[in-house]
């Protein structure tokens, strides 16, 4: 079984955003980049398919500049057996990466190809599905599990007041949702192990697509709270406040 | 409560510039396990005096004991300072749960591999490595803490090997080790020449390890006396290439050196739970971090922990390069412990009442800090080594 994950690299979650003078893009200095989170469950699916498997390859692939080849070591030290580097600038409109993604995946023979359910930096979530139609290949969106056998996946997916239960033949793309699995760390043995693993660096150009980022602002600052009183005599002013105001009751 | 928000380090001049891609991976991986594994624990194992056993095999699979020691023997095989980042990070958690890690890295597994023979180190090294065998260092005893070469201990040789008899006490590990390295006199008591090291079993009959009770630091951690009455020993259990006072010592060196870093992770966790603290704690209307006295508080934190930072880092770079010399690594231990201490005081003391508490993390690291400050040779004596080095002249 060959399984492809298709990784991005995300400012870490608890890094601070500064948005650079240009005004659409954020500015990177100082901020730690990690893979995105939803992908880490998307590479511990790979290599929990393949160990239980008992055998396969898996290969992390990812788009972007001379930077992403270190999220990728990442992938690599927590296991994955090998990168291939697609060296170009990704493009705002997502159609325009998947169809770069699509491109090096087609006929390169992969049974599974994974993606996180979104990246957590633009929250696209748009990718993997754009993926699975542009290779017209089968597609399990924000998958919670993920079984294969004898050459067809039954996934589960939560859905609004249930569990949605799915199947379909392989290949197949499935994007990957928090629940899954539990991420495993990489081993000091892994992290040395990394530098040695092959990783293929091939120049891409995404298309310019037909999406631009007109502006990024931060989100405003959380007004500062308000004390209505003390004790049970805020009580009624509280209830109103909560009835008319925060309309939450 | 403030210490719980996400931890994520304390780096105030950029050192992180400073490290390679695999050095940050490695810190990053040992914090992300403190967090997710040690964190939630540590607390209620502190009260209860109860080392966190059930992640041994955990840290081991990670790869977290020996790992400076080549991969031939089921190692990691990182750099030196890679292996500082990792006590650092580990001492981040706690002091006991870094000094189990120290032990079993460099006071067990650095003696086989320095000292011991092809046989041994192919025998214990990936055992020792995997946390399917538990090692601890027995130099220290009752009456020779500071002065190790007055021990008592003795190992006489026999006809088909060993016996060894004496009394060690303020053994890491040691009640729960399935193996210890002993450090006795073969020779005449007053010949620190003879002293060798021993791989001991702790099945060998002969063999007791008890904890000592009553310990107000280091409480996540075992701390035990160890009994050595007529145990007798293999030809084969010596170390063939350790001999004299200095094999020993050069153990507490490597430990030394994972200490000096250890205590850059505590002051770190403290220095970081009196800085969220300080700006949420609200007090005559206004955050306690917006008064001058708690301000100052923190600017000397931060500036201890950045030197301590930087020191370690370059101690660690002269190791790789086989220059930390042990006057160098007491200069570190010496002065990061110190001041470890210093900003875990500090920090409790920002914390009011609430400092006072196990949710809070200063005052556990403080308690901790005091062990780590008298042990592996005690502040005092490496203002002597140092003093030894300045002048030439021996004050000990």
Redesign the interface.
């Known amino acids: 079984m060959k399984i492809a994950v298709c990784l991005r690299r995300v400012p870490d979650t608890?890094a601070k955003i500064v948005i650079a003078g240009s005004g659409t893009v954020i500015d990177e200095t100082?901020v730690k980049f990690v893979p995105n989170p939803y992908d880490e469950y998307a590479i511990e699916a790979a290599l929990s398919l393949k160990e239980k498997a008992g055998g396969g390859e898996t290969v992390v692939v990812a788009l972007g500049g001379d930077a992403v080849q270190?999220t990728m070591?990442?992938a690599l030290?927590m296991g994955i057996d090998r990168g291939v580097h697609l060296h170009g600038t990704p493009s705002p409109d997502g159609l325009e990466n998947a169809r770069v993604l699509a491109e090096h995946l087609r006929g390169a023979g992969y049974d599974v190809m994974l993606f996180g359910k979104f990246a957590v930096d633009d929250c696209g979530q748009q990718t993997g599905a754009m993926v699975a139609e542009l290779l017209e290949l089968p597609c399990a969106t924000a998958v919670t599990k993920l079984d294969i056998a004898a050459g067809r996946a039954t996934v589960e997916r939560e859905v609004e007041g249930g569990i949605e239960q799915a199947a379909c033949a392989l290949p197949a793309v499935f994007t990957c949702d928090k629940g899954l699995n539990n991420p495993r760390?990489?081993?000091?043995?892994g992290?040395?192990a990394?530098?040695k693993k092959p990783l293929e660096v091939t120049p891409v150009a995404p298309g310019a697509g037909s999406v631009t980022v007109a502006a990024l602002a931060l989100p405003p600052e959380r007004a500062a709270g308000r004390i209505v009183g003390e004790g049970a005599a805020a009580v009624p002013a509280l209830m109103q406040l909560l009835t008319t105001e925060a309309k939450v009751i | 409560m403030a210490g719980s928000a996400?931890y994520?380090g304390v780096d105030f001049y950029?050192v992180d510039g400073l490290l390679s891609?695999?050095e940050r991976?490695?810190r990053d991986?040992v914090r992300?396990?403190v967090d997710?594994q040690l964190m939630p624990v540590i607390g209620e194992c502190y009260i209860e005096g109860r080392f966190p056993r059930q992640l041994i095999p955990g840290m081991a699979?990670?790869?977290?004991f020996g790992?400076n020691l080549p991969?031939e023997y089921g190692c990691?095989?990182?750099n030196n300072v890679?292996y500082g980042l990792?006590m650092q990070e580990l001492e981040r958690g706690d002091s006991g749960i870094r000094s189990f890690a120290s032990v079993q890295g460099a006071l067990v597994m650095y003696p086989i591999f320095t000292f011991g023979s092809d046989e041994q180190k192919k025998h214990w090294l990936p055992r020792l490595a995997a946390g399917t065998d538990i090692g601890c260092f027995g130099l220290t005893e009752p009456d020779f803490g500071s002065n190790p070469g007055g021990m008592i201990t003795t190992a006489r040789e026999t006809a088909d090997g060993w016996l060894l008899n004496g009394v060690k006490m303020w053994i890491t590990n040691g009640s729960q080790a399935t193996v210890a390295i002993i450090w006795a006199k073969t020779g005449d008591i007053n010949d620190v020449n003879s002293i060798r090291g021993f791989i001991v079993p702790a099945s060998t009959p002969g063999y007791t390890g008890k904890d000592q009770k009553g310990k107000l630091s280091l409480r996540a951690s075992d701390t035990s006396e160890i009994h050595l009455q007529d145990v007798h020993l293999p030809k084969n259990a010596i170390l063939p290439k350790s001999g004299g006072i200095k094999s020993p010592l050069m153990c507490l060196t490597q430990a030394r050196y994972g200490i000096a870093w250890g205590a850059v992770g505590a002051a770190m966790a403290c220095y970081d739970e009196a800085r969220r603290y300080a700006i949420s704690r609200i007090m005559f209307g206004k955050p306690i971090g917006q008064t001058q006295i708690q301000q100052q508080r923190l600017a000397d934190m931060l500036t201890e922990v950045t030197k301590a930072q930087l020191l370690v880092l370059q101690l660690g770079r002269l190791k790789d390069q086989g220059k930390a010399t042990p006057a160098r690594v007491s200069l570190a231990k010496r002065n990061n412990v110190s001041a470890a201490c210093d900003i875990a005081r500090e920090a409790r003391r920002l914390l009011g009442a609430n400092g006072i508490l196990v949710e809070y993390h200063s005052m556990r690291h403080l308690a901790n800090l005091e062990s780590v400050y008298t042990y592996e040779g005690t502040h005092d004596m490496h203002s002597l080594i140092l003093g030894q080095e300045i002048t030439g002249l021996g004050a000990f």
């Open positions: 608890t100082g270190e070591r990442t030290a760390l990489p081993s000091l043995k992290i040395m990394a530098k | 996400e994520t950029d891609e695999e991976a490695v991986t992300s396990w997710e699979e990670l790869g977290l790992a991969e990691a095989g990182l890679a990792i």
